[in-house]
């Protein structure tokens, strides 16, 4: 099983302020790397895939990078609606898909 | 636009069998590449994949639930189903399911989630 480790568990930050999120993987995923957002009683929301492209009707604000085994969210200028979990996903072993644990951004 | 629902018992008694249905609505269960995926998480955890199915029924499923986990897909009601046996409350959580255009390809849509609880 390839292992995805998120860092850090928690983040508190202000509105308004830039922030990156780091998700590595125990073994290349290659580019197959995906970003959710999740709010509380909320489906996770595909933000990101292919470790840089946006989801229909994401904000330019979320940018995804990285390849192999370490990648960031970066999302830009906080936003009221950015406080969530966001998590990380790795679908290049599609005999066992796997998520990181998530980071939590909390309002400073 | 695609839209998928979870359905079921909200709560289940241990050692007994859970089972979810997902119906899928605004497309076909058999276009294209479409795997159709069960996904859950515990309360307050992250998130667990299951399993996922073609529409031609071919499956595949996490190995540390394989044993206890079947899906299924009913072509003719555009629905797929997740059985997952002899449970408990470590199977307490909310189960989603999801669709993606391929076996590497991303979850693209997401049912809004179902939560059962494993309860005497």
């Given at each position: 099983?390839?292992?995805?480790t998120?860092?850090?568990?928690?983040?508190?930050v202000s509105?308004?302020e830039?922030?990156?999120?780091?998700?590595?993987?125990?073994?290349?995923?290659s580019?197959?790397?995906?970003?959710?957002?999740?709010?509380?009683?909320?489906?996770?929301r595909?933000?990101?895939?292919?470790?840089?492209t946006?989801?229909?009707?994401?904000?330019a604000?979320?940018?995804g990078?990285?390849?192999?085994t370490?990648?960031?969210?970066?999302?830009?200028?906080?936003?009221?609606?950015?406080?969530?979990?966001?998590?990380?996903q790795?679908?290049?072993?599609?005999?066992?898909?796997?998520?990181?644990q998530?980071?939590?951004?909390?309002?400073? | 636009?695609?839209?998928?629902?979870e359905?079921?018992?909200?709560?289940?008694?241990?050692?007994?069998?859970l089972?979810?249905?997902c119906?899928?609505?605004?497309?076909?269960?058999?276009?294209?590449d479409?795997?159709?995926?069960?996904?859950?998480?515990?309360?307050?955890?992250g998130?667990?994949w299951?399993g996922?199915?073609?529409?031609s029924?071919?499956?595949?499923?996490?190995?540390?639930?394989?044993?206890?986990?079947t899906?299924?897909?009913?072509?003719?009601?555009n629905?797929?189903s997740?059985?997952?046996?002899?449970?408990?409350?470590a199977?307490?959580?909310?189960?989603?399911?999801?669709?993606?255009?391929?076996?590497r390809?991303?979850?693209?849509?997401?049912?809004?989630?179902s939560?059962?609880?494993?309860?005497s």
């Amino acid at each position: 099983e390839i292992v995805m480790t998120q860092s850090p568990a928690t983040l508190s930050v202000s509105p308004g302020e830039r922030v990156t999120l780091s998700c590595r993987a125990s073994q290349s995923v290659s580019s197959n790397l995906a970003w959710f957002q999740q709010k509380p009683g909320q489906a996770p929301r595909l933000l990101v895939y292919a470790a840089s492209t946006r989801a229909t009707g994401v904000p330019a604000r979320f940018s995804g990078r990285g390849s192999g085994t370490e990648f960031t969210l970066t999302i830009s200028s906080l936003q009221s609606e950015d406080f969530a979990v966001y998590f990380c996903q790795q679908y290049n072993d599609w005999l066992m898909y796997s998520f990181g644990q998530g980071t939590k951004l909390e309002i400073k | 636009q695609l839209q998928l629902q979870e359905s079921g018992p909200g709560v289940v008694k241990p050692s007994q069998t859970l089972s979810l249905t997902c119906s899928v609505s605004g497309g076909s269960i058999s276009s294209g590449d479409a795997y159709w995926s069960w996904i859950r998480q515990h309360p307050g955890k992250g998130l667990e994949w299951i399993g996922y199915i073609y529409h031609s029924g071919s499956t595949h499923s996490n190995p540390s639930l394989k044993s206890r986990v079947t899906i299924s897909v009913d072509r003719s009601t555009n629905q797929f189903s997740l059985m997952l046996t002899s449970v408990t409350a470590a199977d307490t959580a909310v189960y989603f399911c999801a669709r993606a255009s391929g076996l590497r390809a991303v979850w693209t849509y997401w049912g809004q989630g179902s939560l059962v609880t494993v309860s005497s």
